[in-house]
């Protein structure tokens, strides 16, 4: 009986989950559609050769996200790249009002951190909820981004396992390469 309990607990739950990211997917597409369409005419405005047009940064608020984020300022300055930063929220089963303030909140520390690090770097803020990894690899194909650059919390063994790793999602299905900084 309890095995039955469990069981249908957790088919409720991946059931919320997918219905909160299929929510975040379908808010989502009008700001990349918007974003892409700025990206392609400014890109048709001046056409110099770069390494790099297009940076994501991955933020998750930890020491290697701010690290990565020092790194991505780099690279977009030295290439006039545009760079854009992006943190997910997790995706839990909580309503959708509890969604927006918890985005709200991360978009205030996200806008926080940008302006104390990136100076007169121009960037954009992206701020969703959902799965980290399935987000940014969608963002990244939306916004046809050239690098992804991201911190990794170099965990191991067993915590990795249960944990899992953005990072290793995130360099698995990107279609353009993925600069992560390793954990200390």
């Not at 050769?49 to 990565?68: G, H, Q, T, V, Y």
């Not at 919390?153 to 390793?182: E, K, M, N, Q, Y």
Request: proline fraction near 3%; include cysteine; aromatic fraction near 4%.
């Amino acid at each position: 009986m309890v095995d039955e309990k469990d069981k249908l607990g957790e088919k409720l739950d991946a059931a919320a989950n997918a219905a909160t990211n299929q929510w975040a997917v379908r808010r989502d597409r009008a700001l990349l559609e918007r974003l892409r369409r700025e990206l392609d005419e400014r890109a048709a405005k001046e056409r110099k050769p770069r390494s790099f047009n297009r940076l994501l940064c991955a933020i998750d608020f930890e020491s290697n996200s701010l690290k990565a984020l020092a790194l991505a300022k780099q690279i977009a300055s030295e290439n006039d790249a545009a760079l854009y930063i992006i943190h997910v929220c997790p995706a839990v089963a909580i309503p959708l009002a509890t969604i927006s303030a918890a985005e709200d909140a991360a978009r205030g520390r996200l806008q926080g951190v940008a302006t104390r690090q990136l100076g007169t770097v121009p960037y954009e803020l992206l701020v969703t909820t959902g799965d980290a990894a399935e987000r940014v690899t969608t963002v990244q194909s939306a916004l046809g981004i050239d690098l992804i650059v991201m911190g990794t919390h170099g965990r191991r063994g067993i915590p990795r396992f249960f944990l899992g790793s953005v990072a290793d999602r995130v360099v698995r299905t990107a279609s353009c390469p993925v600069l992560t900084l390793r954990g200390e």
